[in-house]
């Protein structure tokens, strides 16, 4: 098993890759891995990602864990869209 890099992009564009050829587990795990490394510049899109993932995977609460996650980052992107998800999540279950 080789090392994991510590390039938290690296394990977004191995998340990317893994979705897309329909490994949700381990593209899980990889925007895990990146958001685990705590780079500011990338901990919004892993743990938005990281929500996708589990919501595809069909385990609501830890997407929207981790859609929290994503909002607690307060990064302009992936912030708001996590709260868009999040609401449209809260309204589907009322």
Known sequence: MRPSP???????????????AGRLEAAALA??????LQ???SKGAAAF???????????RRRA?????QAMATHDP????????FIA?????TI
Do not use: K, N, S
């Open 6 to 20: 510590p390039d938290p992009d690296t394990h977004l564009r191995l998340a990317e890759r893994e979705y897309r």
């Open 64 to 68: 929207l864990l981790a859609w929290r």
């Open 31 to 36: 925007y895990q891995r990146a958001f685990d």
């Open 77 to 84: 992107e992936f912030a708001p869209r996590a709260a868009c």
């Open 88 to 92: 449209v999540w809260l309204v589907r």
């Open 49 to 59: 990602g990281l929500g996708l993932m589990r919501l595809l995977q069909g385990d």
């Open 39 to 41: 780079d500011p510049g």
